[in-house]
């Protein structure tokens, strides 16, 4: 069982920056993949950003790409995703999720641990 608890969000206005943190508890988060998804009002929750379980290897979605960053530091049980650049279209409530794996997953029904969600509202 793994359970977290994402921090970081908040209000910015375009083209600033937030860092959010996604804490997670358990011994073996080293053994764990993790993403970052984000999810709109009316919409579907959305795909953002992925980090294996060594974070080695990171994947992003299109819209994304470039402007954000996913990192993780094991000693600490922790993921990061540091958003620059940011856009109105990127307010979301950003969540983080957990999949024990050592592959690269980027869909959302395949994660097995989610956290609570944070807002992230970007103004124009």
């Known amino acids: 069982q793994v359970q977290m608890v994402e921090s970081g969000g908040g209000l910015v206005q375009a083209g600033g920056s937030l860092r959010l943190s996604c804490a997670a508890s358990?011994?073996?988060?080293?053994?764990?993949?993790m993403g970052w998804f984000r999810q709109i009002p009316g919409k579907e929750r959305e795909f953002a950003a992925a980090?294996?379980?060594?974070?080695?290897?990171?994947r992003y979605a299109d819209s994304v790409k470039g402007r954000f960053t996913i990192s993780r530091d094991n000693a600490k049980n922790t993921v990061y995703l540091q958003m620059n650049s940011l856009k109105p279209e990127d307010t979301a409530v950003y969540y983080c999720?957990?999949?024990?794996?050592?592959?690269?997953?980027?869909?959302?029904?395949?994660?097995?641990?989610w956290g609570q969600g944070t807002q992230v509202t970007v103004s124009s």
């Open positions: 999720a957990a999949l024990r794996t050592t592959l690269l997953v980027t869909i959302e029904r395949a994660y097995d641990y």
């Open positions: 980090i294996r379980w060594s974070g080695g290897s990171t």
């Open positions: 358990g011994r073996t988060f080293s053994s764990y993949g």
